[in-house]
Nanobody, 116 residues
Framework: QVQLVESGGGLVQPGGSLRLSCAAS????????VGWFRQAPGNQRELVAS???????RYLGSVRGRFTISSENDQNTMYLQMNSLKSEDTAVYYC??????????WGQGNQVTVSS
């Protein structure tokens, strides 16, 4: 019933920027929180950034200061702005939203590749 559709992944050079978008079928703030996860080959899935309905943000230490999570309620959209990208940021990125009764929703995933 709830769908999250991602866009914006692709190839970028080190030091470059990229913005990921995640469009939800309902208001982002109908959820308790939203976030972005990533998983690189051979690595565990990491929570990169999260945003609660109260506006609190948290970031993975390695991306803090470079990445920004935000939302646009009128567009039912959340974003991950990624600046100063490094090769270590290469991964599949997934948007996520969670709500009442343990509800948890995922986007389809987007490949982000940071390479020269």
């Amino acid at each position: 019933q709830v769908q999250l559709v991602e866009s914006g992944g692709g190839l970028v050079q080190p030091g470059g920027s990229l913005r990921l978008s995640c469009a939800a079928s309902r208001s982002i703030f109908e959820f308790y929180g939203v976030g972005w996860f990533r998983q690189a080959p051979g690595n565990q899935r990491e929570l990169v950034a999260s945003l609660t309905s109260g506006g609190t943000t948290r970031y993975l230490g390695s991306v803090r200061g470079r990445f920004t999570i935000s939302s646009e309620n009128d567009q039912n959209t959340m974003y991950l702005q990624m600046n100063s990208l490094k090769s270590e940021d290469t991964a599949v990125y997934y948007c996520n939203a969670w709500g009442p009764s343990g509800a948890n929703y995922w986007g389809q995933g987007n490949q982000v590749t940071v390479s020269s």
